[in-house]
Each structure stands twice: as structure tokens, then as C-alpha cells.
Nanobody, 123 residues
Framework: VQLQASGGGLVQAGDSLRLSCEVSGLSFSTKAMGWFRQAPGKEREFVSS????????SDARLVLGRFTISRDNGKNMVYLQMNKLAPEDTAVYYC?????????????????WGRGTQVTVSS
């Protein structure tokens, strides 16, 4: 199983970024997917998740209204559209795949993890 996240970079506050995660080696359309992030010196935290069908999503309070998770089951891809980025969003962002089809907000709900992509937001 491989999860390859991409799309991170250095942006200014207020800018947007779209993260992508390409998944291979599992039955993608049957797995819930999630995005997590880890800032320097902090624990990894939940960002957003999406059910296997894409019909249900969950978002962390801190990103509500700014970040949107989506998926394309035909392409084995999951995305995180991030708008109105703030310096507090600076972190390494990880995509993760669950064993199940329903969204989870805890990292223990996810079995497979990608390496992460760095997002840096300058003020």
C-alpha cells in the first residue's frame, strides 16, 4: 500500500493550496480517507476525513469553512483544498487510509499513512 501526498509549499497568509494524495495497493473506493497534520513541536492532529463513497465528511473545528476534502474514486485520489491559509496552518500534512468505509477523526482509525507534504504559511 502506498500513499503519496503532494501539493505542499510555501505560501502567504490568505493564499490557497490544494493537496493531493494518490493511493495504490488497496481497494480505494471502499476505504475512508483522512488528512492529518503535525506542526513542529506538536502532536499530529486531525484535519478532515471523507467516507469511502464521498458522501460524508468531517472537519476539525479549526478548518471549518476554509478546508474542503474530496475524493475521486476513479483515480484513487483524495484532495484537500485549503483556502484562507494562516500561519497556524503550517505543518506537515499527511493523508491516511482507514480499514473501514466510515469517517474517523482519530489517527487510530487509520491504518495506512503517507510520508506527508510540508505546508508553510508566512505572515
Amino acid at each position: 500500500v502506498q500513499l503519496q501526498a503532494s501539493g505542499g509549499g510555501l505560501v502567504q497568509a490568505g493564499d490557497s493550496l490544494r493537496l493531493s494524495c494518490e493511493v495504490s495497493g488497496l481497494s480505494f473506493s471502499t476505504k475512508a480517507m483522512g488528512w492529518f497534520r503535525q506542526a513542529p513541536g506538536k502532536e499530529r492532529e486531525f484535519v478532515s476525513s471523507i467516507s469511502a463513497s464521498g458522501g460524508s465528511t468531517s472537519d476539525a473545528r479549526l478548518v471549518l469553512g476554509r478546508f474542503t476534502i474530496s475524493r475521486d474514486n476513479g483515480k484513487n485520489m483524495v484532495y484537500l483544498q485549503m483556502n484562507k491559509l494562516a500561519p497556524e496552518d503550517t505543518a506537515v500534512y499527511y493523508c491516511a487510509a482507514s480499514e473501514g468505509s466510515f469517517t474517523g477523526v482519530d489517527e487510530h482509525d487509520y491504518t495506512f499513512w503517507g510520508r506527508g507534504t510540508q505546508v508553510t504559511v508566512s505572515s
